[in-house]
């Protein structure tokens, strides 16, 4: 069963804007990843971020988590047709397995 | 370096032929994974090598077998295909033992089951 729900599931937005999206997650992790999927293609590591954690930036992305409620934000910020893309986040359950979520499908509109 | 390859790209099989998947890594990893994917549900973890000489059963293993041939192989192989295993299938590695470690993913194969 998947442990992560990514929210929402489609999202389109103008070049320029920041998109933000939202991973819920059931049981403890160590912890959680985010993947973008280019359409056709293989997935690509964006962010790890630890338990311990609470705020990562990358470049343009910045992922926050709040293991007390069990949930993750991933933000792209001045967005640009090139991340046009869906996007995982992954978590550790303790049987040290990845569970990825469904997806959130990110359309970002020139 | 390649990273992780698969082949074949694409597949169409009959209902009842068998295949293998092949997937290959250059980084010198230690576990390699194997997942489809399905629309609306994520990658679901297939079976997975945390090294070399040991292969487990992941979330939905049933119709599927694996070899970690040596530590840059792992292949997945459909004895009778079904349609219910049209999907597309991803090949993955990551350094440690661990699981929850970034993983690295192959470009992945279409396989089509009529």
């Known amino acids: 069963s998947q442990q992560g729900e990514e929210d929402p599931q489609a999202l389109s937005i103008q070049e320029g804007e920041n998109a933000t999206m939202n991973c819920s997650y059931k049981t403890s992790i160590n912890n959680l990843q985010w993947y973008r999927q280019n359409s056709g293609r293989g997935l690509v590591h964006l962010i790890l971020?630890?338990?311990?954690?609470r705020e990562k930036h990358s470049g343009r992305l910045r992922v926050t988590l709040d293991t007390s409620k069990k949930s993750s934000s991933l933000l792209i910020t001045a967005s640009r047709a090139a991340d046009t893309a869906s996007y995982f986040c992954?978590?550790?359950?303790?049987?040290?397995?990845?569970?990825f979520g469904a997806g959130t499908t990110v359309t970002v509109r020139a | 370096n390649a990273g992780v390859t698969q082949t074949p790209k694409f597949q169409v099989l009959k209902t009842g032929q068998s295949m293998t998947l092949q997937c290959a890594q250059d980084?010198?990893?230690?576990?390699m994974y194997w997942y489809r994917q399905d629309p609306g549900m994520g990658l679901r973890l297939i079976y997975y090598s945390a090294s070399e000489g040991t292969t487990d059963k992941g979330e939905v293993p049933n119709g599927y077998n694996v070899s970690r041939l040596n530590k840059r192989e792992f292949s997945l192989r459909l004895e009778s295909a079904a349609p219910s295993q049209t999907s597309v299938y991803f090949c993955?590695?990551?350094?440690?033992?661990?699981?929850?470690?970034?993983?690295?993913f192959g470009p992945g194969t279409r396989l089509l089951v009529l």
């Open positions: 980084m010198n990893h230690n576990s």
């Open positions: 992954a978590t550790d359950p303790n049987d040290y397995k990845l569970s």
């Open positions: 993955a590695s990551s350094g440690g033992i661990r699981t929850q470690e970034t993983q690295y």
């Open positions: 971020i630890r338990s311990n954690e």
